[in-house]
Structures are given as structure tokens and as C-alpha cells.
């Protein structure tokens, strides 16, 4: 069984900093990408970043372009969040999210959620 596990979530000041990790487990023979996304309260959730190809593509909202990088380590299926410049707008739950190949084929895994709140 796959499994994705969100940890790094926290309060923090605006203009603070937190990294955000995303752990994959289970028997994953591929993995096509990984992403982060994020949902605020009333509100839908939304695509934070991605990174495919093996670690070498990113992309970013709008939103959050210059603020936040998105990076991965193949060797323990582990994608990673660098959240910096943080503003009370980017208070949200955020999900990892990752498009992989387990045991019974290709799937579309979701993390339990971490909670990030920024306060002003």
C-alpha cells in the first residue's frame, strides 16, 4: 500500500520561513510526479507546485512564484516545500499529492494534510 506523509506544518509570523516534507512509502516502483496543494477555509483547493521529470521541472502558482521552491529526493521518495516571505494569505491546509506506480499500477496518492497558518 502506498502511503503519502505530510509533516513540517506550523504557526509562524509573516515573513517567516517553514519547509514542509512529503514522504512516500509502500512498494512504488515509479514515480511521474509529485505536487503540493493547499485549501484555505471556503475556499477550493488549489495547486501550489509540482515537480516532475525526475526532480528537474518545477512549477509554480502565480501566487507563490519567488516565494516558494519545490524539491525532491529520489533516493527516499521524498518531495520537499521551502515556503519563505510568508504572508497570512498562504494560511491553509496544504496536501501533498503524487502520481505514482504501486503494486496494482498507476494512482493518484493524497497526504492526510498539515496545517500551516501564518499570522500578521
Known amino acids: 500500500q502506498v502511503q503519502l506523509v505530510e509533516s513540517g506544518g506550523g504557526l509562524v509570523q509573516a515573513g517567516g520561513s517553514l519547509r514542509l516534507s512529503c514522504a512516500a512509502s509502500g512498494r512504488i516502483f515509479s514515480i511521474n510526479s509529485m505536487a503540493w496543494y493547499r485549501q484555505a477555509p471556503g475556499k477550493q483547493r488549489e495547486l501550489v507546485a509540482t515537480i516532475t521529470n525526475g526532480g528537474t521541472i518545477a512549477n509554480y502558482a502565480d501566487s507563490v512564484k519567488g516565494r516558494f521552491t519545490i524539491s525532491g529526493d529520489n533516493a527516499k521518495n521524498t518531495v520537499y516545500l521551502q515556503m519563505n516571505s510568508l504572508k497570512p494569505e498562504d494560511t491553509a491546509v496544504y496536501y501533498c499529492?503524487?502520481?505514482?506506480?504501486?503494486?496494482?499500477?498507476?494512482?493518484?496518492?493524497w497526504g492526510q494534510g498539515t496545517q500551516v497558518t501564518v499570522s500578521s
Open positions: 499529492n503524487g502520481a505514482l506506480r504501486g503494486p496494482t499500477g498507476w494512482g493518484n496518492y
